[in-house]
């Protein structure tokens, strides 16, 4: 398949609400190329999740997946990857916890969000059958993002204090738990 540009903040297409998928629509090769050129384009850029807007589609769909490896997140676990269509999510545990983020579409950035620590979503797969998980700690965060760009929001969106904001150079240098300094 193809690696595809990625879009970045100020493009219109990022602050939409994307459109659902039809069970169809879901199982149609269309979809499943989408799936792949996200794959594709995710490994590149070494993304640990992408959304189809991301790379232009304003549809409902989301990767995520943290390699064991990840160097760009360090303090994760190893997630297996996920296909989430049409996702809703609930809030299981407000308790707000907070990491550094970036985003292939902010890139060279990364800031200080908080977000609830336990969510459960609901979605359907690549097959078009529900599936629900229950996510806590980087996870959690991991997929909130994700499925933010599905409904038009950007992480730098829910950052409360603009000093948490900065340059990834200057976050290694000044900011970054021990963890990163392996990373470049
Ligand atoms: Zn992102």
Redesign the pocket.
Known sequence: MAVKKVVRMGHPVLRELATPLSKEEILSPETKNLVQDMLDTMEVEEGI?I?AP?IGVSKQIALVGVPADSERYPETEETPLYVVINPTIKVIDETPQGFWEG????PGLRGYVERPKKVQVDFLNLSGEKESLVLEGFSATVFQ??LD?LFGK??VDHIKDSKELMYTEEFMEFHAPEEYEDEE
């Not at 985003?103 to 902010?106: A, M, P």
Request: include cysteine; glycine fraction near 8%; charge should be negative.
């Open positions: 999740g959304a991301q985003c292939l579409s902010v993002h994700e760009h950007l992480y």
